[in-house]
T-cell receptor, first 115, second 117 residues
Framework: GAGVSQSPSNKVTEKGKDVELRCDPISGHTALYWYRQSLGQGLEFLIYFQGNSAPDKSGLPSDRFSAERTGGSVSTLTIQRTQQEDSAVYLC?????????????FGPGTRLTVT | GNSVTQMEGPVTLSEEAFLTINCTYTATGYPSLFWYVQYPGEGLQLLLKATKADDKGSNKGFEATYRKETTSFHLEKGSVQVSDSAVYFCALTPPNAGGTSYGKLTFGQGTILTVHP
């Protein structure tokens, strides 16, 4: 079946612009996670959704970052007024249910470059 | 806070060599431990996991044992293949206050493995 998909696969934007990154999880998966992979910080957690609610937003780096999930499915990560340090690969993962016993399936990522 | 430390890479081996990638962790309580792999051009995928002390996770010839006394989860494979060339990430999820985890992963920095024929 279809895996986790993310769009766009690559995004180049100018400093100060806003960007939206999209994640389509596996159908029926209730838990959705966003992570960021950058050279300086490695792989780091950003935010977690259970259904449409985000019980843990602790990894969002600043208030320029926000995310939402609608219909218990698609999620959008928005970065406002992008900075060069936002350049990274943004990964989305979903699992059937939140928890250690349920595998997280990762998407291919969106590579964001801020010039 | 919770953290994961992996051995520095890159690691370069010849085919059929023995592989060890060291991983140690710092966490409160009893975390669950994972190894993820990222093959060239592909997304992250779960390789194996262990959810309690002394458990051994295994998959595709890879093994790792959860050692609470040494806070370690070293990855091993007896005979590597060229197709094992990838980036390997050790990770943990901590239990929350209620004793259940929602799966928030904390990753190590990753180890690049290259296997030559």
């Amino acid at each position: 079946g279809a895996g986790v998909s993310q769009s766009p696969s690559n995004k180049v934007t100018e400093k100060g612009k806003d960007v939206e990154l999209r994640c389509d999880p596996i159908s029926g998966h209730t838990a959705l996670y966003w992570y960021r992979q950058s050279l300086g910080q490695g792989l780091e957690f950003l935010i977690y959704f259970q259904g449409n609610s985000a019980p843990d937003k602790s990894g969002l780096p600043s208030d320029r970052f926000s995310a939402e999930r609608t219909g218990g499915s698609v999620s959008t990560l928005t970065i406002q007024r992008t900075q060069q340090e936002d350049s990274a690969v943004y990964l989305c993962a979903s699992s059937l249910v939140a928890g250690d016993y349920y595998e997280q399936y990762f998407g291919p990522g969106t590579r964001l470059t801020v010039t | 806070g919770n953290s994961v430390t992996q051995m520095e890479g890159p690691v370069t081996l010849s085919e059929e060599a023995f592989l060890t990638i060291n991983c140690t962790y710092t966490a409160t309580g009893y975390p669950s431990l994972f190894w993820y792999v990222q093959y060239p051009g592909e997304g992250l995928q779960l390789l194996l996991k262990a959810t309690k002390a002394d458990d051994k996770g295994s998959n595709k010839g890879f093994e790792a044992t959860y050692r609470k006394e040494t806070t370690s989860f070293h990855l091993e494979k007896g005979s590597v293949q060229v197709s094992d060339s990838a980036v390997y990430f050790c990770a943990l999820t901590p239990p929350n206050a209620g004793g259940t985890s929602y799966g928030k992963l904390t990753f190590g920095q990753g180890t690049i493995l290259t296997v030559h024929p």
